[in-house]
């Protein structure tokens, strides 16, 4: 653990990915405290204000002050990525530990079922799914969840292969402890280092989706802010706006780039053979 | 009149039931479609318009499956010298500008990348179009000026979907070429007098490139996948922009089709990169035990 550290202590892009995560993360939560106007409050005299020192990020086409929407929207954005990667991560969990420590036909019927999820483009399995439910948070993010645990279940699957052989599991074993009880206990807590990775990298790409999907129109919809879908509504106006479509799009780039810095700064801290098996794909969300 | 209208509206609704097979149990109508999409019988679109869905998609899945194509041999043919460069030259100012690249790559929203792309070199700039395969009066343009019109159609919408691909192919490239070059065999290459050019571009490479085949295959979803952005941005007719106005219009029988075809696409893409690994890796090739 102290390897570790000093390990990510000398990574300084990794540090500062990090910094600006947390600083985000902290913009988001207080977000009522910070934001200088109400996020949905029209001003019908204010309409595509161009930035200024009353409104820093201009405001829409309805005089909503951007800069409040996009903090609201940073709680959206940032709470879609947390549920949907922990979804992911509990499913991916859960099958590939099944997979890998019992083999054999529980196996094999996981995987395939991997290999038959990979076969659907992301993004057109995602729209074909949301085409078919009722549009809500709550479903944006059990669906990218949904689709998004077959690399967690891969690399759990393969960290049992590795630990189910060791001796302190073959030991438990012989004394008689439960599946579950070796599985829970002895083999997960070893073999949860790339999980975490996975779950780090795993943040944008599910931001990224929420906004790509958002603003297709087919995401959060309003009166949430989110930041896909004030580029949505920014499209319209970007000849007479450019604010609405500039800023969303900054936050989310700067936002990925953050997470994606931490995550691999943590992946090389922790091991740099995990840079094989968690290849960077896994930062992209379709 | 409101009695009527009920059994007017029970009349035709039993109608509808039997005519979409709604009557049956689940499993039977499961089996039904799935015998009517082997012969690719998808039904008909519940637009207005109800044409066979698989005569919609034969419209547009050569524009999507050519684009998805041109994509794939651009980000190859870029990303392919770009890692290997960056592989020989490690750490050189080569290196790390196309490092920070990889890292802003990535973290572009492509479909910002897109509005930013058409805004500036579209609208403000006017040097290409930001809509659309071709001009309204493309008919009556000379030969290469419909040539022309096409190509610059197509211009943003590749750039903006092998912007992603390419920084991660690029680094994968990389990855793979500072494996292979740290080798026994590359060091006995170049002790053996054969110049850097041959030793890297024919003994590294061939073994650098293994690697990146599979990325090729599973990264192949990813790209069509995101052709449903590209295509609805600069609105193209292609399968990804009839995945979301079937969406839209909630065209279920659309939606169905569009993911079988996708996710066929994807197989077989899958299977010509295992083909492929076997020309390039003499080691793996498909086994042949029934011949003698």
Redesign the interface.
Known sequence: MKAFWRALSKNRLALIGGAVVLVLALMAVAAPILAPHDPHKPDVKRILDPPSARHWLGTDQIGRDVLSRMLYGARVSLAVGFVSVGIATAIGIALGAAAGYHGGAVDAGVMRLVDLM????????L??V???LKPSIWTIMAVIGLTGWMGVARLVRAEFLALKEREFVVWSQSIGASALRIIWRHILPNAMAPVLVAMTLGI?AAI?TE??LS????GVRPPYATWGNI?NEG?EV??LA?WL??Y??LA??????SY??LGEGIRDALDPRL?QSI???G??G? | MTGDWNVMEKAALEELIKLYGLDKPLYEQYWNWLKRIVFLDFGRSFAPHGRPVIQMIRERLPITLALNIIEMLIIVAMAVPVGVMSATRQYSAFDKSTTVF???G???????LA??L??LLG?HLGWLPISGLRLPVWEYLPFWQQQWDFASHLILPIAVATF?GLA?FS??MR?SMLEVIRQDYVQSARAKGLPESVVIGKHALRNAMLPIIT?LG??L??L???S??VE?IFAIPGMGQL??Q???E?D?PV??A??VI??SL??VANLIADLSYSLIDPRIRVSRRGRR
């Open positions: 990979l076969v659907f483009p992301r993004f057109f399995l729209l074909a949301l085409a078919f944008p990224l906004s790509g603003f297709l129109g087919l580029l499209k970007i000849e450019w479509s500039v969303p799009g989310i780039l700067v936002t990925v780039l994606n810095l840079r290849g960077r794909f930062a992209r379709r | 990889v890292f802003v990535f973290a572009t929203p492509d479909f910002w509005v930013m058409q805004i609208v992603g991660g680094r994968y990855q990325v599973l990264s979803p990813g069509i996948g995101g449903v952005i609805t995945m979301v079937a969406v839209w909630r279920y939606i169905m569009n993911l996708v996710a994807t197989l």
